[in-house]
């Protein structure tokens, strides 16, 4: 099992730009879900998913798009970068189980975003 | 306040020591409870779970104190290698989103 994989560790932006981060997992994981990570703050949900077809916004959404078209893959867009972006990126996924949604995350490595 | 409120540390502690930390929550209808560990530029990583009766694993004791809203971790025989940050998450039953604290740095010294 590879776990959860994003891709790029590492992006550099220019203001405007957009893109996708990807995140896949290979775990069956019901539950996917994006996290921003800035300093000093705790972990931020941005959008979130509970199966295919299913996403649903988390606390901090604005400037980003989601899509779950399959069970594998979620990926985060960046509709249009702004430095406001800069942070460091996690996907994490979960099986409910007998835990449900609250059950413990996987994450992936993060994703280092710099928007300039 | 914040939702889920930690101790950012760091908490500077010899190596062999026990250190304890805290993480007060404002939420009563919380109903599941984490701790989990980040390494510097690392994803973080589940330490443990909290439940009501507290729990234990290794040298890592974790407990739930819901009459004063908080969860405390505490490391016996601490080692180099538990130099980290400590996130504690909790969330509700009733979502599916998780609320996480800043963490607490812990660094263990020789």
């Known amino acids: 099992n590879a776990g959860v994989t994003q891709t790029p560790k590492f992006q550099v932006l220019k203001t405007g730009q957009s893109m996708t981060l990807q995140c896949a997992q290979d775990?069956?994981?019901?539950?996917m879900s994006w996290y921003r990570q800035d300093p000093g703050m705790g972990l931020r949900l941005i959008h979130y998913?509970?199966?295919?077809?299913?996403?649903d916004q988390g606390e901090v959404p604005n400037g980003y798009n989601v899509s779950r078209s399959t069970t594998e893959d979620f990926p985060l867009r960046l509709l249009s970068a702004a430095p406001s972006q800069t942070s460091v990126y996690f996907c994490a996924s979960s099986y409910p189980g007998e835990g449900g949604y609250n059950s413990p995350l996987h994450f992936g490595n993060g994703t280092r975003l710099t928007v300039t | 306040r914040k939702e889920v409120e930690q101790d950012p540390g760091p908490f500077n502690v010899p190596e062999g020591a026990t250190v304890a930390f805290n993480c007060t929550y404002s939420?009563?209808?919380?109903?599941?409870f984490f701790w989990y560990r980040q390494d510097c530029r690392k994803e973080p990583k589940l330490l443990m779970s909290?439940?009501?009766?507290?729990n234990e694993d290794g040298r890592f004791t974790a407990q739930l104190n819901r009459a004063s809203q908080y969860i405390s971790l505490l490391i016996r025989d601490s080692k180099l290698s538990d130099s980290a940050t400590y996130l504690c998450?909790?969330?509700?039953?009733?979502?599916?989103?998780?609320?996480w604290g800043a963490g607490t740095k812990l660094i263990i010294k020789p």
């Open positions: 775990m069956n994981h019901e539950y």
């Open positions: 939420n009563s209808a919380s109903q599941s």
């Open positions: 998913s509970v199966g295919a077809g299913i996403t």
């Open positions: 909290v439940y009501s009766s507290g």
């Open positions: 998450v909790v969330c509700m039953d009733s979502n599916y989103q998780l609320i």
